[in-house]
């Protein structure tokens, strides 16, 4: 049993649902479809969830609203006539839909906006659930309540209850193919709430964990991912396989194929994901497993991202105090502030984090806390860092793999900020200046992607 | 004005009593000394301070103590007499200030075995005052009391006062050359305290330091501090000049010249330290300072140090949990534990630490803590860790300084357990498995300070 998840762009047009709906139907272990909201169809095309955002902040903000939904209503219509269903009904609820939302919600503006949001993956499912019969396909939609998405009741940030993997379990004695909507579950109350960024995928991945499928499949638009960002080296190498572990430290920093947290139902219930190309179905995709062959590729891939910075600490006999790194991310913790790592040295200790998080009073606020709380000699901060993550299965225990990155960021005149390498076991971390980080990584991509023997003269 | 402090093999004889007055002589801008107890005069020789440990011990443990304390009156005796001292009266005094210490202390083991300790330093300053007085020299014992060495009342543990410096301030105005032992100051109740491990080095720093010293020349028995372990080296190359910050990371980790913390006087005073051999006073011995030229030599030195552990620690989205690392260190403080590094990747987190931290139940109380406490996916211990520093102001922003590391380090087929470099800006750090920190420290060396330019042969 497959449980397959079709992203923004897949489900975007009539011709994206016929796509879908071949690769359904050519394939009968298909048996659950998760669909996400319709997508862009092009570059400066708008995303129905976008619309329904300004429908719903229109009504929160008491502004006219009907041509907004208007708007929307029309997207449904097209993909519906383009794919000659019988869909004035289907249409006419959409509306009554989302009107009645509006109504019943409006004094509550968080839970009116989650509701508005998930009508878009909402009515996607019930159309596509339309058009698969149309096809021929037994097919029926099922809501996220009646499948047993059952999630705590944070607008925006829900999470999944335990007590859903159980009722999602029963969806296998449902005959055809189930059509459910992404993005969003059920209170134990009954209310809509949203997942986090990436909703459709950790839908997917709960579905996927819930019914223990033999495949988590997830189309996308691209043939599969790649080992390091397209943007930065063009027609980089393709993956044939990833690790959950590998995929989760190059997702978190900088690869955009998956939300990180969606991965966790799928890992914890060990349930391979393939991750494919609506587009391209016949192209093998990349599989997200959890062990791999890593002698020939010890190197997955290299993320990275920008947007971070350093509070640096020195104290002379720094070590000398128990106490002390506690204290310092004791303060940070107060603030709300999460940090990515804390290199050290004898007398220093340094703090990286996501700049962002230290906007307005904070900065100011946490140094006076460090300077006078610790007593230090000196503090300060330094912004436009980069991390670089070097990842693969391959790496630990093998001798040379710190050499061929510093060796190959050397040559290319690259200074490095910080080194992290150690505890995890995949990765091995490179602070670098933002301005040098795309050359870092080409650099990098260079060293562990198209070295070539001595001798060799093409490159 | 200087402040020569000499350590316990540059005092332990008449022959090295003679060169020490001969360096007091020769300049006279040397008008502090401070001296160590008779350290030991060949391999097997037994210093002073160990005796009046035994002596201590067996006084406290109601045993004989006769003989012991015949053998230490005997030490000093010899000295005397080869140095044709007229020591009658400082050698009753001797016998009768153990003696007087051991009864009046007798309900009070701590402060006798800190009494009788500091006997060995406080009666040779005795008898070199004596020798310079015999040699010409106008010169006068001063007692850490009489000086202002006010400590803390921690027996063993003593840390300087602050209201010592004033005080100690005036010995400028004193003539001639003051000899004033290392090792204890008095508690603010008149009691004798030792400093910790290292105790003249912190007794001649804080003098320094008081009195303003020019210079705090440090008398040894070698000609210079090494850039590495000769242990390791046979005849590494020498160091001219080494900043606090560099000799502080060193000296933390494996290099036995200095106690790290006595450096700490003179560093916050900025006096420069002068390390030179008692034996060789011609040789120019290795500066330490506050800055260096280090566009010749970036490197310093590399220490190393085994007896390491790494507590490992994952759990899937660790990173997403505000305060995690945070309450690790909480539960390492709960236990009185210190950490050297906390190499962290997404989902892992390892604290290095001294291994005999962790003796007895400690291990298993703290595992047990983590894995409930934090509900981990794992946590272990892996023993068998050494450190090794690189340590170099001219490190920071060196393009190709960890190339040449782990380059060195590939080629010597060394697995690199950890990196950790970017919080301190003089030194890098590397984890590997104790039984090749001997060849990665070799390799290392060659690496830094024998690689010749290609072509030339000598090596």
Redesign the interface.
Known sequence: MKVAKFGGSSVASATQFRKVADIVSSDVERRIVIVSAPGKRFKDDVKVTDMLIQLAQAAIDGKAYDEVLDEIVKRYAEIANELELPAGEFLAELQDDLRWKISEYRNEPCRLMDAIKASGEDHNARLMALYLQETGLEASYVSPREAGIFVTDEPGNAQILPESYEKLYQLRNRRGVLVIPGFFGYSLDGHIVTFPRGGSDISGSIVAAGVKADVYENFTDVDSIYCVNPSIIANPRKLKEITY?EM??LS??GFSVFH??AL?PV??AGIPVCVKNTNNPAAPGTWIVAKRNHQEEPIAGIASDTGFC?I?ISK??M??E??F??RV??I??DE???????????????VILRASQLEGEKEKRILDRIQTELEVDEVNVEYGLALIMVVGEGME????M??K???A??KA?????????????????F?VKEEVVTNAVRALYEAYFQELPVGNSVK
């Open positions: 572990r989760r430290e978190y920093s990180d947290e966790e890992y914890r350093s640096n002379y006999l070590n000398r128990i106490g790194g506690r991310l004791q940070l913790e709300g502030i999460s940090y990515e790592h804390t290199p050290s040295g004898i007398d220093n200790m340094s225990r093998t001798v040379g710190a050499a990155a510093t060796t960021l050397a005149n690259i200074n490095l900020e910080m080194i992290n390498q150690g505890s995890s076991e995949v990765s091995m971390m602070g």
